[in-house]
């Protein structure tokens, strides 16, 4: 299996963990020039009135390109306490938020300096939770042209093309209401199925023989 390479995200969609879970090397960048709008500070939860974005503040850097492990968090508008409020209220009656909330309350009680410290610290808490071993590995310097490039096309706004990735179903708390909705943060995906969640990543896989190839 190839290498990939992907982007810091905080608590990223399921694509971004079928990823993690398909490629035998995963290098995740920490030299790319920090972009706004992106699964770098926000992800997406299922709220009992649909879709709810999560965003993490960072402050503003000295200068106008800055890689983005130097992005530092924001302590505005006590944030870490409306993060947690709110995956307490989309998913306290999940069935597996009970077995998982001691493992996530602390980060939003502990400040972290840096984005990208605290997004790799949440993803080796999903990774441990849901049993993924990823053979990750942080790059040194950026490098414009990787095969297998995800840094960019996993983003929350016109996402690009990824004929490997064909999202599964499973049951979500308010999809009676909503019907559902794909491709949420991989906490929706672990507090609604568990130990489950690697199979459900595997089955949102696509080989080549889905593809058609």
């Known amino acids: 299996m190839a290498a990939v390479y992907l982007s810091s995200a905080y608590l990223a ?46 402050e503003k850097p000295l200068k106008e390109k800055c890689p983005v492990r130097d992005i530092r968090i924001s302590d505005h508008g006590h944030w870490r306490h409306l993060h947690w409020q709110a995956l307490v209220s989309a998913y306290g009656l999940s069935p597996f938020f009970e077995y998982c909330q001691d493992d996530f309350a602390p980060f939003y009680a502990r400040k972290f300096d840096f984005l990208f410290d605290f997004n790799e610290a949440l993803r080796q808490t999903v990774c441990e939770l849901a049993d993924l071993r990823p053979d990750v590995r942080l790059t040194s310097h950026y490098e414009p042209s990787v095969p297998n490039d995800f840094r960019e096309s ?46 459900v990543l595997q089955q949102s896989v696509c080989s080549d023989r889905d593809r058609g190839g």
């Open 13 to 58: 969609p399921v694509q971004y963990y079928a990823k993690l879970l398909s490629f035998e090397t995963v290098y995740m960048e920490t030299a790319e020039n920090y972009l706004k709008q992106t699964y770098r500070n926000r992800c997406l939860i299922a709220g009992a009135n649909g879709i709810q974005v999560l965003t993490v503040p960072v």
């Open 154 to 199: 996993i983003r929350p706004k016109h996402p690009g093309a990824d004929t490997a990735f064909r999202p599964k179903p499973y049951r979500q708390v308010f999809d009676g209401k909503h019907g559902f909705l794909p491709n949420l943060s991989i906490v929706d995906l672990l507090f609604n199925t568990g130990m489950e969640t690697p199979t």
